[in-house]
């Protein structure tokens, strides 16, 4: 069963045909991987899924309700969370505060600083974040200040905020983006393990093909605004038109 369907999405900017009649399907449980180069059409697919665009023509349904129209935090609450290239953590607060807001986020609908730790605990959200910071291999790290942490570390916060919010779908925009190899594996490891204990939907966007083969169970190929292929990653590996013109480099 298909959790976001994409159907006939065109967007162009001035003269400049971003996204030429794009059709995907993601599969609830499964993790999605969509990768293509520089100017594919990525970025516009995703900013269409988060609000932050509208397409010219066409349908994205997620869990059968159109996104076209609604605001980011209005798709944040249906169920959908994004994590960025650069991680979107407060610097300044501990890495438990952090959650904290997350887990009133997802009552409140916002990350308003003012809905702090004394509000949240009122509402038993401690032992939620205590889990969260557990499931990502966090919580001897529960008093550090995020800005102190690793690269590495603040992708874990992250996703640990964005778990927080109990999403049907995660978003994750180059999850290893400038990491070094040790993290982007343990990245990888962490969320393979997030995937099988907890069988969210995952759709990542990426160039780092070591991370789309050893995560994706489909892919779909954008070229020049267009779906080329989608399909499993043994067949994406095989398929000479593909290898040719993005994979060349892939290991």
Not at 122 to 132: L, V
Not at 187 to 194: A, K, Q, S, V
Not at 235 to 247: D, F, R, T, W
């Amino acid at each position: 069963m298909s959790i976001l369907e994409v159907k006939g999405v065109n967007k162009s900017f001035g003269g400049l045909q971003a996204l030429n009649d794009v059709n995907l399907s993601v599969e609830e449980g499964t993790v999605h991987a969509i990768i293509g180069p520089n100017g594919a059409g990525k970025s516009t697919l995703l900013n269409c899924f988060i609000g932050k665009l509208i397409p010219d023509t066409g349908s994205v349904m997620f869990d059968s309700q159109s996104l076209l129209g609604r605001k980011p935090h209005e798709i944040n609450q249906m169920g959908v969370s994004r994590v960025f290239q650069t991680p979107e953590i407060f610097s300044d607060l501990t890495v438990f505060e952090n959650v904290i807001i997350a887990c009133f986020a997802k009552r409140d609908g916002s990350f308003e600083l003012n809905a702090l730790v004394s509000v949240a605990s009122q509402f038993d959200m401690k032992e939620k974040a205590e889990k969260m910071l557990i499931d990502v291999s966090m919580i001897e790290k529960r008093d550090e200040i995020a800005s102190s942490l690793s690269r590495g570390d603040k992708r874990r916060l992250e996703m640990a905020m964005c778990l927080a919010q109990e999403p049907k779908l995660l978003l994750l925009d180059e999850p290893t983006a400038g990491m070094a190899r040790a993290d982007t594996n343990n990245t990888i490891d962490l969320l393979r393990e997030i995937q099988q204990a907890s069988g969210i939907t995952m759709a990542i966007i990426e160039h780092d093909m070591h991370v789309v083969f050893s995560l994706a169970e489909k892919i779909s190929v954008l070229a020049q605004g267009t779906v080329i292929v989608e399909d499993k990653p043994e067949n994406i590996k095989g398929n000479p038109k593909v290898q040719e013109a993005y994979l060349g480099g892939a290991h």
